[in-house]
């Protein structure tokens, strides 16, 4: 897969709203939910359509662990089980991996989008910074493709199995527990 693909759409969809920028009063919580999957719900149904997922997604704003739907003149929390976003598509280009979510961001793993990975007995979850705090959960076969991109690497003078993209090692877990 080439990057061009991957960029295309972001370019057409023009920059983000400044949300971070903007500090209207909190007017309450909202009945919208984010679930793990990855679905957008209101009142308990899901929205379906995909330009209206996109519109919410560009005025998200994250702050500590809460959510929220930010607009110059009102500031509502809503609910993520998760994360808001996955990743939906990868691609590598000269040792960079590239990500695209389910919402058409674009990011290239690199110290402003770090991967970072949560483990347990059933193996890594990953999920990668889009923007200001906000992450996406690499999809199952996502997870399986970057899995298969890992290498044992000098992390904390250990050797740790972890993720490369250009000059960048992500760590996922100490090489003597795989």
Known sequence: MDLAHLYADAEAQGPLPPVSQWNPPFCGDIDMRIRHDGTWLYN???ITRPAMVKLFAGILRREGNAYYLVTPVEKVGI???DVPFIAVEMASDKGLLSFRTNVGDQVTADKAHPLRFETDGEGFRPYICIR???EARLSRSLAQEIAALG???EHMNEPWFGICSGALFFPVIPADRL
């Open 44 to 46: 308990g149904t899901p």
């Open 79 to 81: 609910t993520v089980e």
């Open 132 to 134: 200001d705090g906000l």
């Open 151 to 153: 290498e044992a690497r």
